[in-house]
Each structure stands twice: as C-alpha cells, then as structure tokens.
Nanobody, 118 residues
Framework: QVQLVESGGGLVQAGGSLRLSCAAS????????MGWFRQAPGKEREFVAAINWGGGRTYYADSVKGRFTISRDNAKNTMYLQMNSLKPEDTAVYYC???????????WGQGTQVTVSS
C-alpha cells in the first residue's frame, strides 16, 4: 500500500513562489511515475506536471511550463513542485499521485491548498 502526504501549500501574493512536497510511504516510489494535479473550485481536476521514475523525464501542462519545476529524491521518497511566478489562476487544491511502473495513477494524496492573491 502507498500513502502520499502533500505539504507546503499556503497563501502567497501574485508573483510569489511556493514549494510543494509529496512524501511517499511504501517500496514502490523509486519505480513509480509521479505526478501533480490540481483542482480549482467548480472545475475538474487537471494535470500539472509529471516525472518518470528516474527523474530524467518531466512533463508539464502548458499553463505552468516555464514557471513550475517538478523534481524527486528517491533516497527520501519525496517529490517536489517548485512554483514560481504564481498567478491567481494557479489557486487550487494540489494533489500528488503515484503511478507504479508508469501505469495508472492509483494512489493519491489528500491535497494541499494553494491560494494566490492578486
């Protein structure tokens, strides 16, 4: 069983930065694709970024490309999302997810709130 716990959310002014963390339990972290998703009020959950098991491949939604950076530390079973130049439209609950062996995202965290004020 995999458990994911996000942290690092909060309130920040537009143009500011936040760093989210996702701590994973279990033995599958280093062989899993990991992803960040977000859900704004009244909207569907959307993909933000993903990183392959070794960290050599990353993927971003167009809306965050150039502003957000995803990374991981397999020795610490932790994934990160560095968010710079934040905009009010980035306001959402951010979730981390795990896809063991790069298949479906079967495991999800409880989410962390990010609020960007204008």
């Amino acid at each position: 069983q995999v458990q994911l716990v996000e942290s690092g959310g909060g309130l920040v002014q537009a143009g500011g930065s936040l760093r989210l963390s996702c701590a994973a339990s279990g033995r599958t972290f280093s062989s899993s694709t990991m992803g960040w998703f977000r859900q704004a009020p009244g909207k569907e959950r959307e993909f933000v970024a993903a990183i392959n098991w070794g960290g050599g491949r990353t993927y971003y939604a167009d809306s965050v490309k150039g502003r957000f950076t995803i990374s991981r530390d397999n020795a610490k079973n932790t994934m990160y999302l560095q968010m710079n130049s934040l905009k009010p439209e980035d306001t959402a609950v951010y979730y981390c997810a795990s896809a063991p062996r790069g298949l479906a995202y079967n495991y999800w965290g409880q989410g962390t709130q990010v609020t960007v004020s204008s």
